[in-house]
């Protein structure tokens, strides 16, 4: 998954290029990064805001190279982590090839969608407008599709009508992505399908685990440290710190004699598992570190930094 081989010369009639999804948070955008590329490199979790991390996935065809770049949902902020997360966010609209502009087109516009229109109003960057759910729709789907073509028309941006979850309508995303780029090289190994480093995406994975069992109860205080990573030819073994900001979270997350924590251990091991192809022995603890989403030291110590 993360080979060292050197990037081959595109043929003349080769594409390429950086597209950054932005949107509201929980409007799918991890879950069409992955669906576009086919496979796996982003979290999601019904939880709100799980992206934290200007994350790239990259899809390469006979016809192109395209770097998806997945950003966090662009939201009030009501912390310094939240600071961090949308001014990154705002910043991928500058310096890519296209922006994909998800929405939920199961919910009618908003105000949330009119903060990200007016942000994109100020960009040169080409828009697609992409109208996402499609299959969460209800009978009022032709009064909700208006209120998005309305923006599309007003602002020249193309749109396209799809489901990231059950891949309806993606091929018609990716022709008019391929179509919208220009001629260039290969920037990523063919075979590569992101740039992160392997201990991110293990601490995602964890992440992920914790969203999914915790729900509410342990929202977006938690962020993973990966301790330690040893390797021998038959089994890969990682320590992990899960660090929360109050006592009360570690208790939650540790459970009743164990529990919890031994679930969280046990689901992303086996999604570990998949990204190495290999045996994995996983140990997780937990640590209080007290309002860590207001530290900017903490913050830039857990890899939630300010970019230019």
């Not at 022709?175 to 075979?191: A, H, M, R, V």
Request: proline residues 5%.
């Amino acid at each position: 998954m993360f080979n060292n081989f050197t990037i081959p010369l595109a043929p003349s009639n080769f594409k390429s290029g950086f597209v950054a999804i932005v949107g509201r948070p929980n409007v799918g955008k991890s879950t069409l990064m992955n669906q576009l590329i086919g496979q796996k490199v982003a979290i999601t979790s019904p939880v709100a805001q799980t992206t934290r991390n200007k994350l790239k996935g990259i899809f390469t065809n006979d016809q192109a190279q395209i770097i998806f770049v997945d950003t966090p949902g662009i939201h009030k902020p009501h912390h310094e982590l939240g600071k961090v997360l949308v001014n990154n966010a705002k910043n991928s609209i500058n310096g890519v090839d296209l922006i994909i502009f998800l929405v939920d087109c199961a919910v009618k516009f908003g105000k949330g969608d009119k903060f990200i229109v007016d942000l994109l109003t100020h960009t040169k960057t080409p828009v697609i407008l992409g109208l996402n759910k499609a299959d969460q729709q209800g009978e009022n789907y032709q009064n909700l599709d208006e209120s998005y073509v309305n923006i599309a028309q007003e602002n020249n941006w193309n749109y396209v009508k799809f489901s990231a979850l059950n891949q309806n309508g993606l091929d018609q995303l990716q022709s008019l992505l391929i179509n919208q780029l220009d001629p260039g090289p290969y920037y990523y190994p063919p075979d590569l399908i992101t740039d992160q480093p392997e201990r991110f995406i293990m601490g995602e994975l964890i992440r992920e685990q914790i969203l999914l069992l915790t729900r509410e109860e342990i929202p977006h205080s938690v962020a993973i440290a990966i301790e330690k990573v040893e390797e021998s030819e038959k089994i890969t073994r990682i320590y992990a710190a899960i660090n929360v900001e109050r006592d009360s979270q570690k208790g939650i997350l540790i459970g009743k004699k164990g529990s919890m924590l031994k679930n969280i251990g046990s689901e992303a091991r086996q999604q570990i598992q998949k990204l190495i192809d290999g045996q994995v022995y996983l140990e997780l603890f937990v640590k209080v570190t007290p309002q860590w989403r207001q530290s900017r030291l903490k913050l830039s110590e857990f890899g939630y930094k300010n970019e230019e």
